[in-house]
């Protein structure tokens, strides 16, 4: 991972606007800019410090959203087209910082309504140039009406469907809810768009995160037995060892990431026969392993997404994150991968519960062959039983 983002150069006056929105945002939530970026580079690196004293940092893929008319294009469509510079060919990284010190966001501004929606700068990582992200006159009704919104956008069939996410999670508001957009940013940084989704639609009603009191407050006594391992190895309280996983991002992705696995290893294990149920840390390779009636059984566990199809099944993207630039259909599993898909469905039920299918009853992919169709629907080929399902893939 680069240590500094690569630039583009870009005009002034197409660029100013976009920054002096940030700005004006941040500045009118009681925040003090310390660093305002020069609008001739971008991305926008914006330093600032809240009101409480926390110094924050942000690295703004910013871009003009508007409605312009377009020949052939729906009336109500709003868009932000993701380009910097004349080069439209190959890919280009979103950066992350790999100190966890900036906020990276990828947002489209229309500074005329006062207004942004922000796509997900690491699903979208990395990205061709000249792509376009859509949403509707619905969409900034709803943002003027309620300030904070979240939906899912699918994505449009076409030549270069590989290259994209197939539903991610947008997220829309106001000027006013710009400094929240920042801390929901690193709070869901890496999340699966389920997830993004979810707590998009709960950060609205969540107290803003700031550090913790307790992490710089002298440790209070805990007797060795209560303590966990690590917070022995840290010679810290678990309480303070949980704020700091809570307050740096990577750790929170990191833990977080294996909430689900951890879920799903628990209800495999409660079903009978089922032995040396446990995690594998191959990250190319399925997720868990367990012995069942004397036979060994693989699983990868999925995310649902947030939002159902049409027809009312929850539905999941069966696919990698990254791809080899010299087979893009590398991104998609073969059958031969594991056993089972176990999706999670908290993303829509809001519990930790699971629904399995084997591998050999799902639809090929459409043209890369001898891979699994990434766009699944948890239909009747799916069971919420378990051993039902480890059943069927031993027999």
């Given at each position: 991972?680069?240590?500094?983002?690569?630039?583009?150069?870009?005009?002034?006056?197409?660029?100013?606007?976009?920054?002096?929105?940030?700005?004006?945002?941040?500045?009118?939530?009681?925040?003090?800019?310390?660093?305002?970026?020069?609008?001739?580079?971008?991305?926008?690196?914006?330093?600032?410090?809240?009101?409480?004293?926390?110094?924050?940092?942000?690295?703004?893929?910013?871009?003009?959203?508007?409605?312009?008319?377009?020949?052939?294009?729906?009336?109500?469509?709003?868009?932000?087209?993701?380009?910097?510079?004349?080069?439209?060919?190959?890919?280009?990284?979103?950066?992350?910082?790999?100190?966890?010190?900036?906020?990276?966001?990828?947002?489209?501004?229309?500074?005329?309504?006062?207004?942004?929606?922000?796509?997900?700068?690491?699903?979208?990582?990395?990205?061709?140039?000249?792509?376009?992200?859509?949403?509707?006159?619905?969409?900034?009704?709803?943002?003027?009406?309620?300030?904070?919104?979240?939906?899912?956008?699918?994505?449009?069939?076409?030549?270069?469907?590989?290259?994209?996410?197939?539903?991610?999670?947008?997220?829309?508001?106001?000027?006013?809810?710009?400094?929240?957009?920042?801390?929901?940013?690193?709070?869901?940084?890496?999340?699966?768009?389920?997830?993004?989704?979810?707590?998009?639609?709960?950060?609205?009603?969540?107290?803003?995160?700031?550090?913790?009191?307790q992490l710089v407050a002298a440790p209070t006594a805990i007797s060795a037995e209560h303590l966990h391992a690590l917070a022995v190895e840290f010679a810290l309280p678990e309480g303070k060892v949980l704020d700091l996983i809570s307050e740096r991002r990577m750790l929170k992705m990191a833990v977080r990431g294996s909430v689900a696995e951890e879920h799903l290893i628990n209800a495999l294990r409660a079903v009978p026969d089922v032995r040396n149920c446990r995690r594998l840390e191959d990250d190319h390779g399925p997720d868990v392993t367990l012995s069942f009636h004397g036979a060994n059984v693989t699983i990868e566990c999925k995310n649902s997404s947030r939002v159902r199809t049409k027809d009312g099944f929850e539905k999941?993207?069966?696919?990698?994150?990254?791809?080899?630039?010299?087979?893009?259909?590398?991104?998609?599993?073969?059958?031969?991968?594991?056993?089972?898909?176990?999706?999670?469905?908290?993303?829509?039920?809001?519990?930790?519960?699971?629904?399995?299918?084997?591998?050999?009853?799902?639809?090929?992919?459409?043209?890369?062959?001898?891979?699994?169709?990434?766009?699944?629907?948890?239909?009747?080929?799916?069971?919420?039983?378990?051993?039902?399902?480890?059943?069927?893939?031993?027999?």
């Amino acid at each position: 991972m680069r240590e500094k983002p690569v630039t583009y150069g870009v005009s002034p006056s197409d660029r100013e606007p976009l920054i002096r929105f940030m700005v004006d945002s941040l500045q009118n939530q009681g925040c003090r800019v310390i660093f305002s970026p020069p609008p001739n580079r971008a991305p926008f690196r914006l330093t600032f410090e809240t009101p409480q004293g926390e110094r924050m940092g942000i690295v703004a893929y910013a871009f003009l959203a508007n409605n312009k008319e377009i020949r052939n294009r729906p009336k109500d469509e709003h868009r932000f087209q993701i380009k910097y510079g004349g080069d439209l060919s190959g890919l280009h990284e979103i950066w992350q910082d790999p100190y966890g010190l900036y906020v990276t966001l990828l947002l489209g501004i229309n500074p005329e309504k006062g207004i942004f929606v922000a796509a997900d700068p690491v699903l979208r990582s990395p990205t061709r140039f000249s792509v376009s992200v859509e949403l509707k006159d619905k969409h900034v009704e709803a943002m003027l009406r309620t300030k904070w919104i979240a939906w899912e956008r699918e994505h449009r069939p076409g030549k270069k469907a590989l290259d994209e996410p197939l539903f991610e999670a947008l997220i829309g508001g106001t000027a006013d809810q710009f400094l929240r957009l920042i801390r929901f940013e690193r709070e869901a940084w890496g999340e699966e768009p389920g997830e993004r989704h979810y707590l998009a639609e709960h950060f609205a009603d969540t107290p803003l995160v700031t550090a913790s009191r307790q992490l710089v407050a002298a440790p209070t006594a805990i007797s060795a037995e209560h303590l966990h391992a690590l917070a022995v190895e840290f010679a810290l309280p678990e309480g303070k060892v949980l704020d700091l996983i809570s307050e740096r991002r990577m750790l929170k992705m990191a833990v977080r990431g294996s909430v689900a696995e951890e879920h799903l290893i628990n209800a495999l294990r409660a079903v009978p026969d089922v032995r040396n149920c446990r995690r594998l840390e191959d990250d190319h390779g399925p997720d868990v392993t367990l012995s069942f009636h004397g036979a060994n059984v693989t699983i990868e566990c999925k995310n649902s997404s947030r939002v159902r199809t049409k027809d009312g099944f929850e539905k999941i993207d069966l696919q990698r994150t990254r791809a080899s630039k010299a087979d893009p259909c590398s991104r998609y599993y073969k059958p031969s991968e594991f056993d089972l898909v176990a999706a999670c469905t908290h993303a829509v039920t809001e519990k930790w519960e699971f629904k399995y299918a084997l591998t050999r009853d799902l639809d090929a992919h459409g043209t890369c062959v001898g891979r699994l169709s990434n766009n699944v629907r948890l239909d009747h080929r799916w069971t919420q039983d378990a051993a039902t399902a480890l059943l069927k893939a031993v027999a």
